[in-house]
């Protein structure tokens, strides 16, 4: 059975840098069949895709245009993680985050419990 | 403003059917397939429908999704409480290189 168990501050104070960490059991990232994602929730934006992570033959990873210049996303092979860097956080940063496996043809199949991130000025 | 345009609430009582539509255009559900989401506060989302008209094990069959040309549409029959959630599809659209999802819908059982 595949889990993914969230980690990291929840109050972030703005300009500074959000950081979390996804720990998968039952999977395993380096997996050629799926891709890792972080995606966030707020009641602004709804359910906003941020990034993937995934390899096939080498590691390969996208990010929304909204974030790209403030993301990194990270694969820990060791430890079986993945990460989740934002730079520069503004109050419009605030939303629940979460970690999801996509498998198949496009399907968030797996999602991790979520952890409420809130951005103060 | 979402690319994949969802209404923003549907009800309908207990034993009846309600369905969610989700427009998106020739970049997004056009080419791709569609997914679907239950999220209920508090908990994580959990997926219902997958390749448009799949669903995941553990998923009674009264949930059911169908796409035609560039919209989907997720249909629930039976309605009971315990369906009250937000709604959401998602598809990877190759305009933006990235995925999307819909603004969601409120379902509400009454």
């Known amino acids: 059975q595949v889990h993914l168990q969230q980690s990291g501050p929840g109050p972030v104070k703005a300009s500074q840098t959000l950081s979390l960490t996804c720990n998968i059991s039952?999977?395993?990232?380096?997996?050629?069949?799926?891709?890792w994602n972080w995606i966030r929730q707020s009641p602004s934006r709804g359910l906003e895709w941020l990034g993937r992570t995934y390899h096939r033959s080498k590691w390969n990873t996208d990010y929304a245009e909204s974030v790209k210049s403030r993301i990194t996303m990270k694969a820990d092979t060791s430890r079986n993680q993945i990460s989740l860097q934002l730079n520069s956080v503004t109050p419009e940063d605030t939303a629940v985050y979460y970690c999801?496996?996509?498998?198949?043809?496009?399907?968030?199949?797996?999602w991790g419990q979520g952890t409420v991130v809130t951005v103060s000025s | 403003q979402s690319v994949l345009t969802q209404p923003p609430s549907v009800s309908a009582a207990p034993g009846q059917r309600v369905t969610i539509s989700c427009s998106g255009s020739s970049s997004n559900i056009g080419k791709n397939y569609v997914s679907w989401y239950q999220l209920v506060p508090g908990t994580a989302p959990k997926l219902v429908i997958y390749d448009n008209d799949k669903r995941p094990t553990g998923i009674p069959d009264r949930f059911s999704g169908s796409k035609s040309d560039t919209s989907a549409t997720l249909a629930i029959t039976g309605l009971q409480t315990g369906d009250e959630a937000d709604y959401h599809c998602g598809t990877w659209d190759y305009s933006v290189r990235g995925w999307l999802f819909g603004g969601g819908t409120k379902l509400t059982v009454l």
């Open positions: 999801a496996r996509l498998v198949g043809r496009g399907a968030f199949d797996i």
């Open positions: 039952g999977d395993s990232v380096s997996s050629d069949s799926a891709a």
